[in-house]
């Protein structure tokens, strides 16, 4: 038991099972620890979490996303979660908001509903006090002279033509690096974008200037499948790869 003089800088947060602990309430003492928690009960459930994540169709960013917030979850409360209260849901995204952000309190919210509606077969109730505040954010416009500086921060071709293809079609990194020769329709001058976001496809205009740039840059790789292939091998033999 700690001292009542030390008791003073810490506030008690009730655990199932009906123990208590205490949590330091300096912003920097907070941590929240994300490795697997030891109790056995809590290693089953999130064994069957973690099939239910698979089997639900999940991206694998959002499993890893999820599976994070239910350890991190497990292991404020000491692996016994199946039976928290809007008491102690509240004091743990308090204390989780003063060391993270709110996407973080979001995706532990979407984690745990998960845990308890698939894992446990609970109905879920939301916490009417968690509401993430509201913005609206204008993305930065890059002028053409910061765009030239971009492209000629890397001397290699193959890094060049990567960034001159997202930015000129409005693509993430990721769908930008899965694009295959099938994916260009020079007829109908657009590209097909497949299992974005949200695991869905999508068609973009494709700019002439664009197509005429991977075009070329084809012609130096020769890839009969990705327009950008592992460059491992280097450029003159990276239509080998896999």
Request: with cysteine.
């Amino acid at each position: 038991m700690l001292a009542p003089q030390i008791l003073s800088n810490f506030h008690k947060v009730d655990v199932a099972g009906g123990r208590s602990r205490y949590i330091h309430y300096c912003k920097e003492e907070v941590t929240m620890n994300t490795t697997m928690p030891e109790e056995a009960q809590f290693k089953k459930q999130y064994r069957k979490f973690q099939k239910c994540l698979k089997l639900g169709g999940l991206q694998p960013k959002t499993i890893s996303a999820y599976s994070r917030s239910i350890r991190r979850i497990g292991n404020y409360f000491d692996g016994r979660i199946t039976k928290l209260s809007s008491d102690q849901l509240l004091d743990y995204f308090n204390d989780l908001l003063e060391s993270h952000s709110w996407s973080a309190v979001k995706i532990d919210v979407y984690g745990l509903k998960f845990f308890y509606t698939q894992v446990l077969d609970k109905p879920w109730v939301d916490i009417p006090l968690i509401k993430p505040p509201k913005t609206s954010r204008i993305p930065d416009i890059l002028s053409i002279d910061h765009l030239g500086e971009l492209f000629a921060a890397t001397d290699k071709l193959s890094y060049k033509v990567f960034f001159f293809t997202a930015y000129s079609m409005g693509l993430r990194l990721g769908e930008d690096i899965r694009l295959t020769v099938g994916d260009i329709d020079s007829t109908y001058m657009r590209v097909h974008i497949r299992n974005a976001k949200g695991n869905k496809d999508r068609l973009v205009p494709l700019p002439e200037n664009t197509l005429h740039v991977l075009r070329k840059f084809w012609a130096v790789h020769k890839h009969p499948h990705f327009l950008f292939p592992s460059r491992k091998r280097g450029l003159n033999t990276i239509h080998l790869a896999d």
